[in-house]
């Protein structure tokens, strides 16, 4: 029996090899790794050792797998969340109507203004206890990951070719089988660049939400997050230094050994016709691939799997014309609920901002909310300006554009706040205006989106456009304007959004900065709701968060959504 | 025995229609009253043009579709959704990407919970039956056309289906592949290695039809409706150019470019916008015309020749010729293609004047060319919204054909320089129009 089911291994051909010493160990020492660090999280918070941080560099190995395992514990919480959330929204019309909205707004809101909130709920969950504050932090994370993530594949599941369904259903697949067989795989490729982007925004999150302060509290979990922040206390630059570096290395593993394999088996999914160029396998793949017993597990592991979704699940997948009379009624009774439920919703705000606050506080608010728009502003502008000639004279050139496309992409993941102490320490030094010198680091760690998104666009102009204008002698800004830019625009765009959407968030975090004692304050949204948080000021936390979302959501309908429209209608390429 | 099993009937269709429902005006009718009985043994071919409905009417066999009146039989139970012991070959493939040769073909095995040995020795016979036999293990992407849907074949086969749906099967591929294919699924068929009892198959190649089918459904348009049905009384294999063949094929040719009499109606009365304008460009046209004009046709062609020359489908031809039939440039009889006087006299013509007959054309036999004028004429400003005509548009004929008419009527409007179409407002203008 066994010997039908693994002949292989019956042959004897599966025996482990050299490679799967090496591969033993790695699995060991994660597994070593989660199982040290997991029991502290159940230590009472008062406990001795559960909230210090030293800033020996010895410790901070065990800070960055503390910080990693927040990021992986977030991932995992992402992917529960988008597989249901998606699937529910393009499954039932009737949700649709009201779980995409609320995934538009999510997208907006600068959760890290909500941090306050999210650390006193989850700490009343688990009162006096670590834990509390661990899942602060990695909601935190799960907060700049999962709309992203749930948006893609909802996306997937609405467009899954109209032949594949039908091949599907007039093959009896039944519901469980369609979702496995087809719809899932089928939004795999998205959902695994998108997880990828979005784990990029998550280590920023990671950094900035292990050291929280409510009021007059202030909790360090162990992280690199939190070494930073003490070594801002007590003005370490160098262990600043030491911070970075790990925080680079552990980038780097992370990208080397889940995500590059992952996006290389990714391809498989992608719903292509024709064979294209396929890029070399990641090196973990192949040792994945050599070593015997490893593969052996991962072929398992696969095929339990696809059992599981071949599984005769459910009623077999029955598509008739629904009746069109019985659902209008329902419609209408599910859209006055919904009116209810948000005017309710909008009451309760209300109600609850007003207690304190007048007009003027929005007022207020809503100025400095300008000053902030006009930062994001400038600054979009002026990273174009840079990014993207140097973007394009990159992409133009594929050897070079090979070699800057990862680094940019990695630079897009390293958290920029981890940057800000030499800039702080800058301004302190030469006493500048912290107004206009703060600004740059809310595009730090974005702009790095408008570069490798403009890279991938001039790489992708096609050659033949590119030698009718030489043919024509177009040349200097003429090129520009007809040539490269409207090529280009569909990926700007692209990469803007993202750059300007992370840069409101940054504003929260960028627009306060300290060294030590010193501490400089720009005027902003980001400042005020900063502040409010310092003061424990909920409502006014709430005030500020409601206005930047508000800012968010008008400056992506106004500009970006017509913008992003206009260049997917016209200037798209093939 | 065999002949008792050949005649029962696995399939019955009855008094079936489809209509898609519109708010104000009649519904929009697909299918209107077919009939149709399908028995054991034989392979039968619905013929007609794109949008005659017949691979509605395919999806209604398969379950995929409920009709909005009338009923299926299949094997004289009524069928509510996909049918057991139905299998679909499409067009596109419709290919797992994801899933290797192997896979996709086990895949409707797995869905009946057919347990793993099982399936996967039935899989590689149907991968050998069907020609596949080392291509196990590849995917989809890494296989030309024809492999590709001898992989569709294959998965189609693998349940053992008593009948054998095809939609287009060989319209994707190149005319040597899909040969090759036809040749191929025609032995296995005639020797009985088949695992199926009858086959249905949707074209719209007139050849193909004659070439595979016992039996032929001739499709008419708009609504869709069961206009003629043919014997093929030949025996496998058959010859192309066997002078029987040939007349077949031809007399295939007259029925189709013999008009509905509703239709001949509308286009004698053009007073009405009920009639879908067909995506044909004002080069193709022209050309056509100019071919005609020429030797060895000197005015008037022989459709399957003039098709066979200038390597047209039916399916390109037949609008093509219509189209001038509609602004009476040529006209259309019998499966023969006649230049009118106002065609000769557009091949004549130099570019602009060619643009004044083609105006005049528009504005004299096609209502909606003429009331887009009309109303750009009366406004102050000369413009007009898109959406307006579309919404009128709609009212007669389905959002999709609305939408081509349109599109038709601009690139048509544009040549003529009967106004001209901004695409970023959907508006018409007179902006530029001398």
Same mark, same amino acid.
């Given at each position: ?5 693994h002949?292989a291994?019956a ?6 090899n050299?490679?799967?010493a090496?591969?033993i160990?790695?699995?060991f020492?994660?597994?070593i790794?989660?199982?040290h660090?997991a029991?502290s ?13 030293s ?7 065990d ?5 990693t395992?927040?990021?992986?514990a ?17 499954k039932?019309r009737?949700a ?8 538009d707004i ?5 959760i890290?203004g ?43 599941l609405?467009?899954?070719?109209a ?7 007039s ?9 496995w067989?087809?719809e ?16 990029s925004?998550g280590?920023?999150?990671?950094v ?8 007059d ?7 690199i997050?939190?070494?930073?922040a003490?070594?801002?206390?007590q003005?370490?630059?160098?262990a600043?230094?030491?911070?970075i570096?790990?925080?680079l ?6 990208d ?7 996006v ?23 040792l ?6 490893m ?12 059992a599981?979704?071949g ?5 077999r ?13 329902f419609?209408a009774i ?10 309710w ?7 609850f901002?007003?207690a304190d606050?007048g007009?003027?506080d ?13 930062r ?11 990014w ?5 004279w990159i ?8 070699r800057?496309?990862p680094?940019?992409?990695?630079l ?5 706040n981890l940057l ?8 302190v ?12 680091l809310m ?21 033949d ?10 040349g ?10 409207p090529g ?11 750059a ?13 900065a300290s ?7 720009a005027?902003?949204?980001?400042a ?11 409502t006014?936390v ?16 106004l500009?970006?959504r017509?913008?992003?429209a ?6 798209k390429?093939? | ?6 005649q ?8 079936c229609?489809?209509a ?6 009649s519904?929009?009718?697909?299918l209107?009253d077919?009939n ?11 013929l007609?043009r ?6 509605t009417?395919?999806r ?6 409920t009709?909005?009146?009338g ?17 679909m ?10 899933l290797t ?16 040995s ?11 039956l069907i020609g596949l036999g080392?291509?196990e ?6 296989l ?6 001898r992989?569709?074949?294959a998965?189609a ?7 054998l749906?095809?939609?287009e ?23 009985g ?20 089918c016992?039996?032929i ?5 708009n ?9 093929v ?5 058959r ?6 063949f040939?007349?077949?094929?031809d007399?295939?040719?007259g029925?189709m470019?013999r ?6 109606r ?8 009920e ?8 080069n193709?046209?022209?050309?056509l015309?100019?071919?005609l004009?020429g030797p060895?046709y ?7 020749a ?13 609008p ?7 602004l009476?440039f ?7 293609? @006649?230049?009118?006087e106002?065609?000769? &006299?557009? %091949?004549?013509?130099?570019? =602009?004047? *060619?643009?004044r007959l083609? !105006?005049? +054309?528009? @504005? ?5 060319? &003429?009331? %887009?004028?009309?109303?750009? =004429?009366e *406004?102050w400003?000369?413009? !007009?919204? +898109? ?5 009128e ?13 349109l ?19 959907e ?8």
């Amino acid at each position: 029996m066994s010997a039908t089911l693994h002949p292989a291994l019956a042959e004897g051909r599966r025996l482990p090899n050299a490679w799967d010493a090496a591969a033993i160990l790695c699995v060991f020492a994660a597994l070593i790794g989660i199982a040290h660090e997991a029991p502290s999280t159940f230590e009472r918070i008062d406990a001795p050792q559960a909230l210090t941080v030293s800033l020996d560099p010895v410790h901070l190995p065990d800070y960055a797998l503390r910080t990693t395992m927040r990021m992986f514990a977030a991932l995992v919480a992402s992917l529960l969340f988008t597989f249901s959330y998606a699937t529910a929204a393009a499954k039932s019309r009737r949700a649709a109507l009201i779980l995409v909205p609320i995934l538009d707004i999510l997208q907006s809101v600068p959760i890290l203004g909500f941090l306050s909130f999210t650390v006193v709920f989850f700490m009343s969950l688990f009162p006096g206890r670590v834990l509390g504050l661990e899942l602060a932090s990695i909601f935190a994370i799960f907060t700049s990951q999962a709309w992203n993530m749930a948006f893609s594949l909802y996306q997937s599941l609405k467009t899954v070719p109209a032949d594949l369904k039908e091949a599907a259903d007039s093959f009896h697949l039944t519901a469980w089988q369609r979702y496995w067989r087809l719809e899932v795989p089928f939004g795999i490729p998205g959902l695994v660049w998108n997880t990828m982007m979005s784990m990029s925004g998550g280590w920023f999150f990671v950094v900035a939400s292990e050291a929280v302060s409510v009021g007059d509290n202030t909790w360090k979990l162990p992280g690199i997050g939190s070494y930073v922040a003490l070594a801002l206390e007590q003005r370490d630059i160098r262990a600043v230094c030491y911070a970075i570096v790990a925080m680079l290395a552990v980038i780097l593993a992370y990208d080397q050994l889940l995500f590059r394999p992952l996006v290389a088996w990714s391809a498989k999914f992608r719903f292509e016709t024709t064979a294209g160029a396929t890029a070399e396998d990641p090196w973990l793949l192949r040792l994945m691939r050599r070593t015997r017993l490893m593969s052996w597990l991962a072929d398992g592991v696969g095929d339990t799997v696809s059992a599981v979704g071949g599984l005769p699940l459910a009623l077999r997948a029955y598509r008739g014309t629904p009746s069109q009379h019985s659902s209008r009624l329902f419609d209408a009774i599910w859209f006055v609920l919904l009116v209810a439920v948000l005017i309710w919703a909008v009451m309760k705000i209300l109600g609850f901002v007003s207690a304190d606050l007048g007009l003027g506080d929005l007022g207020q608010a809503v100025g400095l909310g300008l000053l902030t728009l006009v930062r994001v502003a400038v600054l979009m502008v002026l990273a174009s300006l840079i990014w993207v000639p140097i973007g394009v004279w990159i992409g133009l050139r594929p050897i070079w554009a090979r070699r800057a496309q990862p680094l940019a992409q990695f630079l897009a993941a390293f958290p920029a706040n981890l940057l800000f102490p030499p800039v702080v320490l800058f301004i302190v030094y030469f006493s500048l205006n912290a107004d206009i010198w703060l600004t740059p680091l809310m595009v730090l760690g974005t702009q790095w989106y408008i570069l490798f998104n403009v890279i991938a666009g001039a790489a992708a102009f096609p050659g033949d456009l590119r030698e009718a204008a030489s043919n024509f002698r177009i040349g200097g800004w003429l090129w520009w304007r007809k040539v490269m830019i409207p090529g280009i625009l569909p990926y700007y765009v692209t990469g803007a959004i993202t750059a300007s959407g992370g840069s409101w968030n940054a504003a929260i975090v960028a627009e306060v900065a300290s060294w030590g004692d010193t501490k400089l304050t720009a005027h902003g949204l980001g400042a005020y709701i900063a502040a409010a948080t310092d003061h424990g000021d909920m409502t006014r936390v709430v005030l500020g968060v409601v206005v930047m979302s508000g800012f968010v959501l008008l400056f992506n309908r106004l500009l970006w959504r017509p913008l992003y429209a206009y260049s997917e209608r016209h200037l798209k390429l093939g | 025995m065999d002949t008792i099993v050949g005649q029962q009937s696995l399939l019955e269709v009855r008094g079936c229609r489809q209509a898609y429902h519109k708010e104000a005006n009649s519904d929009l009718v697909v299918l209107d009253d077919v009939n149709l009985t399908l028995r054991e043994g034989e392979m039968v071919a619905l013929l007609g043009r794109s949008g005659s409905g017949k691979s509605t009417l395919l999806r209604i066999v398969a379950g995929l579709l409920t009709p909005t009146a009338g009923e299926v039989l299949w094997r004289d139970r009524p069928v509510h959704g996909p049918a057991e012991g139905v299998a679909m070959v499409f067009q596109s493939f419709a290919l797992f990407p994801w899933l290797t040769v192997q896979e996709n073909v086990e895949l409707g095995l797995e869905a009946r919970g057919v347990s793993r040995s099982e399936r996967e020795s039935r899989a590689e016979a149907a991968i050998d039956l069907i020609g596949l036999g080392g291509f196990e293990s590849a995917y989809p992407k890494e296989l030309s056309g024809g492999m590709r849907q001898r992989v569709g074949l294959a998965r189609a086969l693998v349940v053992h289906p008593d009948l054998l749906l095809m939609d287009e099967p060989f319209s994707a591929l190149d005319v040597l592949t899909a040969e090759n294919l036809r040749t191929d699924l025609i032995d296995l068929w005639s020797e009985g290695r088949l695992p199926v009892r009858s086959v249905l198959m949707v074209t719209h190649n007139i050849e193909e039809a004659v070439l595979m089918c016992d039996r032929i459904l001739v499709f008419s348009s708009n609504p869709g409706r069961v206009a003629n049905e043919l014997r093929v009384p030949f025996s496998h294999p058959r010859n192309r150019l066997d002078p029987a063949f040939r007349q077949l094929v031809d007399d295939i040719y007259g029925l189709m470019t013999r008009r509905p009499k509703q239709s001949v109606r509308a286009v004698t009365s053009p007073a009405t916008l009920e009639v879908p304008l067909q995506r044909v460009g004002t080069n193709q046209m022209a050309g056509l015309m100019e071919a005609l004009a020429g030797p060895p046709y000197n005015g008037r062609a022989d459709l399957p020749a003039l098709a066979a020359a200038l390597q047209y489908e039916v399916d390109e031809l037949l609008p093509l010729g219509e189209t001038l039939q509609l602004l009476h440039f040529a006209v259309l009889e019998e499966g023969d293609i @006649t230049l009118a006087e106002d065609g000769r &006299r557009f %091949v004549a013509a130099d570019t =602009d004047d *060619r643009k004044r007959l083609f !105006a005049t +054309a528009l @504005t004299a036999y096609v209502p909606l060319a &003429r009331m %887009v004028r009309q109303v750009l =004429d009366e *406004r102050w400003n000369h413009r !007009a919204s +898109a959406v307006r005509f579309r919404d009128e548009l709609e009212d007669h004929m389905s959002p999709e054909y609305a939408e081509d008419t349109l599109r038709t009527l601009i690139g048509w409007g544009r040549y003529a320089e009967l106004f001209s179409y901004d695409e970023e407002a959907e508006q018409f203008s007179l902006e530029d129009i001398g």
